[in-house]
């Protein structure tokens, strides 16, 4: 597979880098950022956390305001942070901003017309860190966090795939998309009205059927203007507590949806996934 560098900028000692691609799990050209930490050889492979965008972002929201560089270059973290959908002219869309491009969900689209291109579980799962592995010094070893729409990408992928994965975080995550709009909106379109189907991308859900899962950090602004409509926390703590799930939940004060609120925890996300990325 080809890879084709857009942009490269220092930073920290590390490297930062934008690439585009032909994805074949979602049919279209892709785009996808990766920062390298300055002890990343190809005699020292690193581990990598892998970061999920919320609605309407692409790979260089959380790139350009995480401030997450320095932790990352200290610690010897890779960071790769995904596209949140296909793009393209020949991409199905919609002209809300909570659906199509910029709107993957992280799912695997059953419907017509979104089924064509929106394999995006398929393509964060699969064909990114595949690639990531081939083309950069960097281990199998991995984890996951992301943002809202990212967060619930970040908790459903890790909890479905918890021998992939050491750990999982996420900031202000639509924690139970079922019962939330913005999900119910998403679900409909791309997997249909069978809310069974549903079930498979929901981390409460999920949570309630699991025996056992990898350790979980999430971050939950009490000033975000979304929290009791679409990302609903409570029910988060409620489906990990069936089986005593490791779900720390951590209320911080003040904070907002933003990416202020997201800057203000990176380095604790960033040194939560090092304890585990590290553990082998
Ligand atoms: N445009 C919308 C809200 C869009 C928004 O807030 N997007 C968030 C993620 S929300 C959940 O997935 C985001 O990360 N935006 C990009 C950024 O850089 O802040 C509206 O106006 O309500």
Redesign the pocket.
């Known amino acids: 597979m080809t890879l084709t560098n857009i942009s490269q900028v220092k930073v920290f000692g590390g490297w930062h880098k934008q690439y585009t691609h032909s994805s074949t799990s979602v049919n279209s050209q892709m785009r996808f950022a990766i920062f390298l930490p300055p002890n990343a050889t190809t005699n020292n492979p690193v581990p990598v956390l892998y970061w999920l ?5 692409s790979d260089e ?1 959380f790139m350009q ?1 995480a401030g997450a560089f320095k932790v990352a270059a200290e610690l010897g973290i890779a960071i790769v942070a995904a596209d949140t959908s296909p793009r393209g002219d020949d991409v199905a869309d919609d002209v809300s ?1 909570d659906l199509g491009q910029g709107a993957g969900f992280y799912v695997n689209a059953t419907q017509a017309p979104w089924a064509t291109h929106y394999q995006m579980y398929d393509y964060i799962v699969d064909e990114l860190p595949n690639l990531i592995e081939q083309h950069f010094p960097v281990s199998q070893v991995k984890s996951i966090s992301g ?4 967060g619930h990408g970040a908790l459903t992928i890790g909890l479905k795939n918890p021998s992939r994965y050491q750990s999982i975080s996420a900031f202000s995550p ?1 924690s139970n998309p079922m019962v939330c709009p ?1 999900g119910q909106r998403a679900f409909r379109a791309y997997l249909g009205n069978d809310k069974d189907a549903w079930k498979h991308y929901d981390a409460c859900e999920l949570l309630k059927s699991a025996q056992s899962t990898l350790p979980i950090l999430v971050d939950q602004g009490d000033g975000d203007s ?1 929290l009791t409509e679409q990302l609903k926390p409570e029910n988060l703590i409620a489906a990990a507590h069936l089986h005593q799930s490791p779900l720390e939940m951590r209320m911080q004060s003040g904070y907002d ?3 202020f609120f997201i800057s203000s925890f990176i380095e604790a996300h960033l040194h939560f996934h090092h304890q585990h990325l590290f553990k082998m």
């Open positions: 965008s919320g609605l309407t972002c929201n305001k901003y943002h809202s729409m990212g639509i913005w979304f949806h933003s990416y």
